[in-house]
């Protein structure tokens, strides 16, 4: 995925020194000298986004939320694809009171990266203040049956389910194969002595009755866990549920179904693509079960999937012959018709009959006429950030790699033009032959 810092000509090393301190000095609490630092770093283009969230950063510790809210909305219309950016927006509107657009900034987030710790925790703490845990059950729930959950995520997560079961205790069963079940139970009120029960079942017969006594993280935090082990493992496909023996009330995730573990294949179907910076769009896709057959790939542009092509993976490749590709005549290539005024587009690159995608798409495909200007533009804008905070960048985040690598190999060939061209210098002893 492309990022501000890998599509933007990288930045000098006095800048990346001056943005180390920047945050050292943040560290250290010396807020005003970390924002005298970070301030002239937003001029710096490959660093804009860094310095932003600095910048941000500081706001927060201040309690400034009107400016962490702006910062933040910016670095996220710098970034939109990044689950960083987006989940620092998506916090700083849970902290100015907009629930709403943070649940909505959070989700985006999580599409992108379901890891993203700020983008959750901004969906939690929102759907819990606008009094609809709902919206972040699936979160919650996800939070709660992870191998380690975050010790800073999962008390939020357990008072989001906790709210969703009306305050009292609360369980999350979790996946299992047959040979262990395992759950989690939170106690939103003091529970009393001793440990709290569930009753298991698997396939609608009664199991077991366990106790929650395992603590997850300091047991204040009320969140306890149970594992139990049948005596026979049981088979894929078993429904397997659990209850609070008190209350009668279901684990959230239950009931769950017995699976197996999946054997690590990269499938029947081999193929990748990647996009060139000339605009064309090459990869292979190959079948090991008719070594001999030609492969039909479907290119599907987001902005208009009508106008799909397909085309046959029939090209020859040495390298595809040497990997075992059968005879090597695998491979693809298509110049992908350029759109007036549009400076790249998304394509989704598909194997046409089974519609999965193949490895590396989507791609980006970049229009060579329209380079140089969208650059052009999108530099202006960089250095004019300052005095239109709110003007949204014209050019997509993810096009600049593209467009940027178009505009070297231009500057390339023309820079080998000029040499090719240039009259031989001329040596003392041709002078006087």
């Given at each position: 995925m492309p990022t501000?810092?890998?599509a933007?000509?990288?930045?000098?090393?006095?800048a990346?020194?001056?943005?180390d301190?920047?945050?050292?000095?943040?560290?250290a609490?010396?807020?005003?000298?970390?924002?005298?630092?970070a301030?002239p770093?937003?001029?710096?283009?490959?660093?804009h986004?860094?310095?932003?969230?600095?910048?941000?950063?500081l706001?927060?510790?201040?309690?400034?939320?009107?400016?962490?809210?702006?910062?933040?909305?910016?670095?996220?219309?710098?970034?939109?694809?990044?689950?960083?950016?987006?989940?620092?927006?998506?916090?700083?509107?849970?902290?100015a009171?907009?629930?709403?657009?943070?649940?909505?900034?959070?989700?985006n987030?999580?599409?992108?990266?379901p890891e993203?710790?700020?983008?959750?925790?901004?969906?939690?703490?929102?759907a819990?203040?606008?009094?609809?845990p709902?919206a972040?059950?699936?979160?919650?729930v996800?939070v709660?049956?992870?191998?380690?959950?975050?010790?800073?995520?999962?008390?939020?997560?357990?008072?989001?389910?906790a709210?969703?079961?009306?305050?009292?205790?609360?369980?999350?069963?979790?996946?299992?194969d047959?040979?262990?079940?395992?759950g989690?139970?939170?106690l939103?009120?003091?529970?009393?002595?001793?440990?709290?029960?569930?009753?298991?079942?698997?396939g609608?017969?009664?199991?077991?009755?366990v106790?929650?006594a395992?603590?997850?993280?300091?047991?204040?935090?009320?969140?306890?866990?149970?594992?139990?082990?049948?005596?026979?493992?049981?088979?894929?496909g078993?429904?397997?549920?659990?209850?609070?023996?008190?209350?009668?009330?279901?684990?959230?995730a239950?009931?769950?179904?017995?699976?197996?573990?999946?054997?690590a294949?990269?499938?029947?179907?081999?193929?990748?693509?990647?996009?060139?910076p000339?605009?064309?769009?090459?990869?292979h896709?190959f079948?090991p079960?008719?070594p001999?057959?030609?492969q039909?790939?479907a290119?599907?542009?987001?902005?208009?999937p009508a106008?799909a092509?397909?085309v046959t993976?029939?090209?020859?490749d040495?390298?595809?012959?040497?990997?075992?590709?059968?005879?090597?005549s695998c491979?693809f290539?298509?110049?992908?018709p350029?759109?007036p005024?549009?400076s790249?587009r998304r394509?989704?690159?598909?194997?046409?009959?089974?519609?999965?995608?193949?490895?590396?798409?989507?791609?980006?495909?970049?229009?060579?006429?329209?380079?140089?200007?969208?650059l052009?533009r999108?530099?202006?804008?960089?250095?004019?950030?300052?005095?239109?905070?709110?003007a949204?960048?014209p050019?997509?985040?993810?096009?600049?790699?593209?467009l940027?690598?178009l505009?070297?190999?231009?500057?390339?060939?023309?820079?080998g033009?000029?040499a090719?061209?240039a009259?031989?210098?001329?040596?003392?002893?041709?002078?006087?032959?």
């Open positions: 501000p810092d890998a933007l000509l990288p930045p000098g090393t006095a990346v020194q001056a943005l301190a920047a945050r050292a000095l943040a560290t609490g010396k807020t005003r000298e970390a924002r005298k630092r301030l770093l937003l001029g710096e283009p490959a660093l986004v860094p310095a932003l969230m600095l910048l941000h950063d706001a927060r510790r201040e309690g400034d939320a009107a400016e962490a809210l702006r910062l933040a909305a910016r670095a996220a219309r710098l970034a939109p694809e990044s689950p960083r950016a987006l989940g620092l927006c998506a916090m700083a509107q849970t902290d009171g907009r629930h709403e657009a943070a649940l909505a900034t959070a989700r987030a999580l599409a992108r990266d993203e710790k700020l983008a959750t925790a901004a969906q939690l703490l929102a819990c203040r606008l009094g609809r709902q972040a059950r699936d979160t919650a996800a709660l049956a992870a191998a380690q959950p975050g010790t800073e995520l999962a008390p939020l997560a357990a008072q989001t389910l709210a969703l079961a009306g305050g009292g205790p609360c369980g999350v069963l979790l996946p299992t047959g040979r262990e079940i395992g989690r139970i939170f939103a009120r003091d529970a009393g002595e001793g440990a709290v029960q569930a009753d298991l079942t698997a609608g017969k009664r199991l077991a009755r106790a929650a395992i603590p997850v993280g300091p047991p204040e935090a009320g969140l306890f866990a149970f594992r139990y082990a049948p005596p026979e493992p049981l088979a894929a078993t429904e397997v549920a659990a209850t609070l023996t008190a209350t009668g009330a279901p684990f959230f239950s009931p769950q179904m017995v699976t197996t573990p999946r054997m294949s990269p499938g029947p179907v081999r193929g990748a693509v990647r996009a060139l000339d605009g064309r769009i090459v990869g896709l079948d079960a008719r001999l057959a030609r039909r790939v290119l599907v542009p987001e902005d208009d106008k092509v397909t993976a029939a090209d020859f040495a390298t595809l012959l040497a990997r075992g590709y059968g005879d090597g491979a290539s298509l110049p992908w350029a759109t005024g549009t790249c394509v989704h690159v598909l194997d046409a009959a089974t519609r999965l995608p193949l490895a590396g798409s989507p791609v980006l495909a970049a229009n060579p006429r329209e380079a140089a200007m969208a052009s999108f530099s202006a804008w960089l250095h004019q950030a300052g005095n239109t905070p709110d949204p960048p050019l997509p985040e993810d096009c600049r790699g593209p940027l690598d505009a070297r190999a231009a500057l390339a060939a023309l820079a033009g000029h090719a061209a009259p031989e210098p001329e040596t003392p002893g041709d002078a006087h032959a």
